[in-house]
C-alpha cells in the first residue's frame, strides 16, 4: 500500500497545473475573512437537465483551453459535470442528491503518460477514494464532518446561494478525487458587491464572491438573473470565461 500511495503522489506531482483547475488554492492569502461557523449553505436548485456552459481556460490574457459544464439528471440524484482540455483532458463528475449533499465523484486525468481514474464514494460518514493509474491502484479515505460538500461542486453549489450584498458564510470544503486522503477546510463565501462584467458569452450584471480555505482564496462571477450562470471564476492561477450559456 505504502508504495502505490508513493506512485499515485508521484502521478499526481508530475501533472500540469491546468490538471488542477477545478481545486482550492491553497497559497497564502492575504486578507483572512473572518471566523464564521460553518452550515449546510446550499439553497434551491437553479439549473436544470441539459444545462450546457462553455469556457474559455486563460492564463495571464492567454487562452490555454476550454472547460465545459454540464448538468445532467440521474434517478433522483443531479450529475454535475466539469470537463477540462488544455495540456491533457480531465472530466470530473459530482453526483449530489436533492439537499446537494455529495455522494459519489468520479474523475479520469489523460494526458501523455496515461489515464488516471479517481472515484469517491460518501457512504456511512466516509468518503473512501479508489484510484488507479493503470498500474497501481490504493484506497484512501476519510471522515466525512457535518456541513460538508465536496470541492468539485464549489461552482454549483455557489448558484444556489441567497446572494446579497454582504451575505457571508461558511462551510465545509473537502478535496476528494485524488491520489490521496481527502482533505477537509472551512471555506468561507463573501459577496464583494454587484457590477457589470464583459466575457465572450456577453455582458452581465454579476455578484462578486469571494471564497477563501486553507489559506487561498478564489473569485466566482455569479449572474444576478435566474438561473445565475458562474460567468467568470479565477481560481488564482487560471481564468475561467464564459463562452456560451445553454439551458
Known amino acids: 500500500m505504502k508504495a502505490a500511495r508513493a506512485s499515485f503522489r508521484t502521478s499526481l506531482l508530475s501533472l500540469p497545473a491546468v490538471a488542477l483547475l477545478g481545486a482550492l488554492v491553497v497559497s497564502a492569502a492575504c486578507n483572512q475573512e473572518p471566523a464564521v461557523p460553518a452550515a449546510d449553505i446550499a439553497g434551491a436548485v437553479v439549473w436544470s437537465a441539459g444545462e450546457r456552459a462553455e469556457y474559455a ?27 477540462y482540455r488544455a495540456k491533457l483532458s480531465d472530466v470530473v463528475a459530482v453526483e449530489v442528491g436533492g439537499d446537494l449533499k455529495p455522494r459519489k465523484v468520479t474523475r479520469t486525468i489523460d494526458g501523455p503518460d496515461g489515464p488516471i481514474r479517481m472515484d469517491v464514494v460518501y457512504a456511512d460518514g466516509r468518503a473512501v477514494v479508489r484510484a488507479d493509474n493503470g498500474k497501481d491502484e490504493g484506497v484512501y479515505g476519510a471522515d466525512v464532518p457535518a456541513y460538508a460538500y465536496d470541492n468539485w461542486q464549489g461552482t454549483f453549489l455557489w448558484r444556489t446561494l441567497p446572494l446579497k450584498e454582504g451575505y457571508l458564510a461558511a462551510y465545509v470544503n473537502m478535496a476528494t478525487a485524488a491520489p490521496r486522503d481527502p482533505v477537509t477546510n472551512t471555506a468561507t463565501v463573501r459577496v464583494q458587491g454587484r457590477e457589470r462584467v464583459a466575457v465572450p458569452a456577453g455582458e452581465f450584471e454579476v455578484w462578486r464572491l469571494r471564497v477563501s480555505s486553507g ?3 478564489e473569485t466566482a462571477w455569479i449572474g444576478v438573473d435566474a438561473p445565475h450562470p458562474l460567468v467568470r471564476y479565477d481560481n ?8 456560451k450559456f445553454r439551458r
Do not use: H
Open 236 to 243: 488564482g492561477s487560471n481564468t475561467f470565461e464564459l463562452e
Open 57 to 83: 481556460l486563460m492564463e495571464d490574457d492567454k487562452r490555454i483551453g476550454s472547460g465545459v459544464f454540464t448538468v445532467k439528471r440521474s434517478g433522483d440524484a443531479w450529475v454535475l459535470q466539469q470537463e
Open 215 to 217: 489559506g487561498g482564496t
